[in-house]
């Protein structure tokens, strides 16, 4: 079984250049395994660095996202595949 997210959760992938200001969105809501597939092709057809969050939504006006957990390559880590093996969640 995949990595289960509650109803208000998603995840998000964007790229970003290492060393510079380019930065650019490739999933802005989805599974985890659209987010990982998506986010790190692009990541490595730009040679770029790769982000992606889990986030809510919350009923804030101020604060309507909100990022749970964050993994990126720079930490060499991809989001787990078990909702368990997130500390804190």
């Known amino acids: 079984m995949g990595f ?3 109803p208000d959760e998603f995840f998000s992938g964007r790229v970003v250049e290492p ?4 930065e650019a969105v490739v999933v802005s809501r989805g599974t985890r395994a659209a987010a990982i597939s998506l ?15 889990l ?5 804030d006006e101020d604060l309507p996202v909100v990022t749970l957990a964050t993994w990126s390559s720079m930490s060499g880590e991809l989001p787990p595949a078990s909702r368990k093996d997130v500390p804190g969640l």
């Open 4 to 6: 289960i997210t509650k």
């Open 19 to 22: 060393g510079g200001d380019g």
């Open 39 to 53: 986010t790190v092709a692009e990541a490595e057809r730009r040679n770029w660095d790769w982000i992606i969050d």
């Open 55 to 59: 986030n809510r939504n919350q009923d």
